[in-house]
């Protein structure tokens, strides 16, 4: 008689079944993790759009821009008239471009009026307004993201807990149930 090595059937069973409910355990942990990651980097991306209207607003003769590709390629005739070829741009282009990025999708829904009297050497006449709003809801609620994030010209962060857009009036979020500040 020889003698055989190996695994029985039942021994290799209680392996994958094993095997199950330690993925079972982890997935979720895995999944909560990913959706942390992608609101907190999405804040973030928030947050430098502020940074960078600020910016924008104080090389531009007090306003903001309704172009958010003007905070790229601010030397464009249309954003700040007579801008330094050799100074800085504001934002990245990736966060210019208003795709999906880290699980969110990204908007610019409204903005305050554009200026009546406005000095064309100082400020692009066709991109200034006075005010923004910023927003990113998930693209998969629950999955890339749960809740949905604004900012705006007053540099507020708000969320909206059930992943909607935050609500916004001329180019400035509406603080209530739907647009919660952040701390």
Do not use: H, W
């Not at 003698?3 to 209680?14: P, S, V």
């Not at 100074?87 to 990736?94: G, I, L, Q, R």
């Not at 969110?104 to 050497?121: E, L, V």
């Not at 604004?150 to 209530?176: H, K, N, W």
């Amino acid at each position: 008689m020889k003698n055989q090595k190996g695994f029985t059937l039942i021994e290799l069973l209680i392996v994958v079944a094993i095997i199950g409910i330690i993925a079972a355990i982890a997935i979720p942990s895995l999944l909560r993790a990913r959706v942390s990651a992608n609101e907190a980097a999405t804040i973030g991306d928030i947050r430098t759009v502020i940074s960078a209207q600020a910016a924008y607003q104080s090389a531009n003769g007090g306003y903001y821009t309704d172009n958010i590709a003007c905070l790229v390629d601010p030397f464009n005739a249309d954003c700040i008239p007579n801008y330094p070829t050799n100074s800085p741009t504001f934002v990245d282009s990736a966060i210019a471009s208003l795709v999906p990025k880290s699980g969110y999708n990204r908007f610019t829904p409204s903005f305050g009026p554009a200026p009546t009297n406005i000095n064309t050497q100082l400020s692009g006449a066709s991109t200034s307004v006075s005010s923004y709003v910023y927003t990113a809801t998930p693209v998969n609620q629950g999955q890339t993201g749960v809740r949905g994030f604004g900012g705006d010209s007053s540099g507020i962060v708000c969320q909206s807990p059930d992943g909607t857009e935050p609500a916004y009036v001329s180019g400035a979020l509406t603080v209530g149930s739907s647009c919660v500040i952040l701390q």
